[in-house]
């Protein structure tokens, strides 16, 4: 219950102010991959200086407040050391209420045996996604490895067998030119092995261009009229109406056309406030879309805190507030704006009662945002 309150309180601090630690971290392990996305260019990175087991330790050891931890690739199970690094975020996150990751599932054995040691560790909510951008041929036609289709979706299967009321799994889809009306095609596909699979087991999302982390600058863009047709349908056929994720992601399917059709975040960011991205190497930046390098945790002891707080930082955040960043609606930025929009932007006497508010969280449940 502390640990879902802690979080609740940040959530509602991010709706009215910029928080002083953010509750989310966006945690790039490696950009190693055995894939070769057609859509992303991570496989043809050099994967060096990686921050070791010992620093992440050390980095977590000073910044343990984070209430919500993604971890990507890159392929996170091509480290060797994964289940090490998650064993530190969840010893030292004492608050942590949700750690999630995708994976591309060609490594199954690998893949299912690191979330079963996960889950041994009792974490309070793990949420692991499958990625899946098709049916047979075009999705290995997207990923550029034959017999991964099989592979990804035998894993999903898998961890499918292993949902509990504190692990959760869905398959990914990144919509492309390639393969945006194909979401009931995928579905049909999968229920060739998996018969009972629902529409809400399957997550949607639209492909980004990223400088920094991608490396895909000059990508195809989707069509705003195709896509909002496309969805339409997916739409309508997911049924989890009242759970958070499924909230959280219908506001976010809602939005695409606007972003497609304007090229705008559909609302205010949260990049540098609720949440904030940090490279294989250390290097902190504001989110995965924004080619802006803060500093290198190596270069301030692994104090986040110390970073957040520098000049030039808070100067990129105000410069986020009005518009001046990348621009993007992609789910790992665009969820915490989603819950940093909850309510109307307040007045100054409408902020000065949400700070009580907070504060009694945080009297009574412990530290808070």
């Given at each position: 219950?502390?640990?879902t309150l802690k979080l609740a309180a940040a959530?509602l601090?991010?709706?009215?102010?910029?928080l002083a630690?953010?509750y989310?971290?966006t945690?790039i392990?490696?950009?190693?991959c055995?894939?070769?996305?057609?859509?992303?260019?991570?496989?043809q990175?050099e994967?060096?200086?990686?921050?070791?087991?010992?620093e992440?330790?050390?980095?977590?050891?000073?910044?343990?407040?984070?209430s919500w931890?993604?971890v990507?690739g890159g392929?996170?199970?091509?480290?060797?050391d994964?289940?090490?690094?998650?064993?530190v975020?969840?010893?030292?996150?004492?608050s942590?209420?949700?750690?999630?990751?995708?994976?591309?599932?060609?490594?199954?054995?690998?893949?299912v045996g690191?979330?079963?040691r996960?889950l041994a560790r009792?974490?309070?909510?793990?949420?692991?996604?499958v990625?899946?951008?098709?049916?047979?041929t075009v999705h290995e036609e997207l990923?550029g490895?034959?017999?991964?289709?099989?592979?990804?979706?035998?894993?999903f299967?898998r961890l499918r067998?292993m949902?509990s009321g504190r692990f959760?799994?869905?398959l990914g889809m990144?919509?492309?030119p390639?393969?945006?009306?194909?979401i009931q095609?995928?579905?049909?596909?999968?229920r060739?092995r998996?018969?009972?699979?629902t529409?809400?087991?399957?997550h949607v999302?639209v492909?980004?261009q990223?400088?920094h982390?991608?490396?895909n600058?000059g990508?195809?863009?989707l069509?705003?009229?195709e896509?909002?047709?496309a969805?339409r349908?997916?739409r309508a056929?997911r049924r989890?109406?009242?759970?958070p994720?499924?909230?959280?992601e219908?506001?976010y399917q809602?939005?695409?056309?606007?972003?497609?059709?304007?090229?705008k975040?559909?609302?205010p960011?949260?990049a540098?406030s609720?949440s904030?991205?940090v490279?294989p190497?250390?290097?902190v930046?504001p989110?995965?879309m924004?080619n802006?390098p803060?500093?290198n945790?190596?270069?301030h002891?692994?104090?986040?805190?110390?970073?957040?707080n520098?000049?030039h930082?808070v100067?990129?955040?105000?410069?986020i507030?009005r518009?001046?960043?990348?621009?993007c609606?992609?789910?790992c930025?665009?969820?915490?704006?989603?819950?940093?929009?909850l309510i109307?932007r307040?007045?100054p006497?409408?902020?000065e009662?949400?700070?009580?508010a907070?504060a009694?969280v945080?009297?009574?449940?412990g530290?808070?945002?």
């Open positions: 219950m502390r640990k959530i601090a991010s709706n009215v102010r910029r630690f953010p989310k971290l945690l392990l490696t950009y190693r055995n894939l070769r996305c057609q859509m992303c260019n991570i496989w990175r994967a060096h200086g990686e921050m070791s087991v010992e992440y330790d050390r980095f977590f050891s000073r910044n343990a407040d984070f931890v993604n990507s392929e996170v199970f091509l480290r060797g994964f289940a090490g690094i998650a064993d975020i969840m010893d030292r996150c004492k942590l209420y949700v750690l999630d990751f995708p994976t591309n599932g060609v490594m199954t054995d690998l893949i690191g979330v079963e996960i009792g974490p309070k909510k793990l949420i692991v996604t990625s899946l951008d098709g049916d047979e990923r490895v034959k017999g991964s289709w099989e592979k990804s979706v035998r894993t299967a067998e949902r959760e799994t869905y990144t919509l492309t390639r393969n945006f009306d194909k095609e995928t579905l049909e596909a999968v060739g998996i018969p009972d699979i529409a809400d087991e399957l999302n492909a980004h990223s400088e982390y991608y490396e600058a990508m195809a863009s069509s705003q009229r896509t909002e047709e969805l349908w997916y056929h989890r109406r009242l759970h994720v499924a909230f959280v219908r506001v809602s939005r695409i056309g606007r972003f497609l059709a304007t090229g975040t559909p609302m960011c949260q540098l609720a904030c991205f490279d190497t250390g290097v930046y989110c995965s924004d802006v803060l500093a945790l190596r270069d002891d692994y104090d986040l805190r110390r970073i957040w520098l000049p930082v100067r990129v955040r105000e410069n507030e518009g001046r960043c990348a621009q609606w992609t789910p930025e665009a969820y915490q704006t989603i819950l940093g929009n109307f307040p007045s006497a409408r902020t009662r949400m700070d009580d907070v009694e945080r009297n009574e449940f530290k808070g945002a």
